[in-house]
């Protein structure tokens, strides 16, 4: 609005005072051709009364300017510069008050216009005529124009405000109404807000779109709403989904560990008790019946040695009879032995039992862990720490090998595998973290589960 009435009122002034210009201009060269004009009909009708230096007509013919009552003083000079004729009459002392005779031209003095003008005949100049004129009543006209001017460039200025005012309305407010409904719909996030439609003209057309557009981004608004909640309701069963899964895997474990144990161990140990009630010396057995009795034993032991291993890793009796703190060390150090891996198992002497599930979870994965390392890394040494601090309890698994590969072999980007991922949703569920750093120089799995926070 400021910016229209700024706009209105420079060119109200301008357009003003270019008209004022032209006219003052416009006057003045008016006042000098009618003056000029004047002079140049004395000259002409004088002419010859100079020729014959007679200075009744010439004062005769310039006493026809009475009709003039502009022109306050006329004179008609010789050619040697003395008075023929002048008008009003003058004595001969009064003479002084007439300028002397001058070359062509004219000048504006003191609110009088004078002018001097050459009389020729037949190609001689043989006078010159001097007229002074009172610009007072052509002021007045002039300023009479001006005050018109001043008057209409006032009447244009006040229409030009009222055809601001007006624009405004029906312009500038609906516009500025429209910016506000965006802010507020872009502060509220609230796309069911409508714009009011003030007319069928542009700006109700813009409005129109305006609100179609709104409509169209609720709609797709509630769209994208319905969509994430699928989306977390469908994210939410598969966390239930594999809790149970991991769950049941343990337990799956745990009741394979024990039937191993249990059944098959305890059918091979019977069996090897009751081989071992034949005696192997006696004559009645041939050679190779002896050597068969023998290697059977044998493999019974072995196949014993086996199964109890098995069913320790599966699930070791030491987790659960007493604790992390020594089946981890267990652990490490079968691990050790199969996979010729240095491991260092670093537990500061303050852990000590801790919560069932998180003593599974902490197992499960340094198992992971020593696992990836024996499968991926190529580090020949490994070190597994754990420490209580404060209410939580941390575990690092690290190694010197070579690190996460940047791409696959076959150039796709590295996908965590099952591996990982049970590592973390394990942590997850107790509500602890997990970093996993590596570089060319190794790989460090650091995993932190607070004490009070595990889930019964
Ligand atoms: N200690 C490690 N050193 C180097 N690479 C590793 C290590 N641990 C895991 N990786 C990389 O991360 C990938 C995912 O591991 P994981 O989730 O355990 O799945 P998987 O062992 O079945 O491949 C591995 O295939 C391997 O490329
Ligand atoms: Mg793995």
Not at 8 to 17: D, E
Not at 62 to 76: G, H, K, P
Not at 407 to 420: A, C, F, H
Request: with cysteine.
């Amino acid at each position: 609005m400021l910016a229209m009435m700024l706009t209105s009122t420079a060119t109200v002034l301008v357009a003003g005072i270019v008209s004022i210009i032209y006219e003052v201009t416009a006057f003045r060269s008016a006042s000098v051709r009618d003056l000029s004009a004047q002079a140049q009909i004395i000259g002409e009708n004088c002419a010859a009364a100079l020729e014959f230096d007679n200075p009744e007509t010439a004062d005769a013919t310039i006493a026809s300017l009475r009709a003039r009552t502009d022109i306050e003083a006329a004179c008609v000079y010789r050619k040697n510069g003395s008075v023929l004729a002048s008008y009003p009459h003058q004595t001969a002392t009064a003479l002084t008050t007439f300028p002397k005779v001058e070359s062509e031209g004219y000048r504006i003095e003191r609110g009088h216009l004078a002018l001097f003008h050459q009389i020729s005949r037949k190609g001689e100049v043989v006078g010159t005529v001097y007229l002074r004129s009172n610009l007072e009543e052509h002021y007045a006209r002039l300023g009479a124009g001006i005050t018109v001017a001043l008057a209409a460039m006032v009447a244009a200025w006040a229409l030009a405000l009222a055809l601001a005012a007006r624009l405004r309305r029906q312009i500038a407010n609906p516009i500025m109404e429209l910016a506000n409904m965006t802010e507020r719909v872009r502060n509220q996030q609230d796309y069911s807000l409508r714009s009011k439609k003030h007319g069928e003209d542009e700006i109700g057309v813009l409005t129109a779109g305006f609100n179609r557009m709104l409509e169209d981004i609720q709609d797709r608004d509630a769209k994208l709403h319905q969509a994430y909640l699928e989306l977390q309701s469908s994210e939410d069963a598969l966390r239930k989904l594999s809790v149970r899964l991991l769950q049941s895997r343990d337990e799956e474990r745990r009741r394979i560990a024990g039937e191993l144990h249990d059944a098959t161990g305890q059918k091979l140990a019977a069996a090897a008790m009751y081989l071992s009630q034949i005696d192997r010396s006696s004559s009645t057995l041939t050679q190779t019946e002896q050597e068969a009795l023998t290697k059977s034993l044998a493999l019974l032991d072995e196949s014993s040695q086996e199964i109890r291993t098995l069913s320790y890793l599966l699930h070791p009796p030491l987790l659960d009879e007493r604790g992390l703190l020594s089946a981890l060390p267990w652990y490490v150090e079968g691990f050790s032995m199969r996979s010729e891996i240095k491991v260092v198992c670093d537990i500061a002497p303050n852990v000590g039992r801790l919560p069932q599930e998180i003593e599974m979870a902490l197992f499960r994965i340094v198992q992971e862990g020593l696992s990836n390392i024996h499968r991926h890394s190529g580090s020949p040494e490994a070190v597994i720490g754990l420490q209580k601090k404060g209410q939580a309890i941390r575990l690092e698994v690290r190694d010197s090998g070579k690190g996460f590969p940047a791409k696959r072999p076959d150039g796709l980007p590295v996908v965590m595998g099952v591996g990982i991922t049970s590592m973390r949703e394990r942590v997850r569920q107790l509500h602890g973290q997990m970093e996993v750093h590596s570089d060319s120089q190794g790989t460090t799995i650091c995993v932190t589960l607070p004490l009070n926070g595990a889930e019964t």
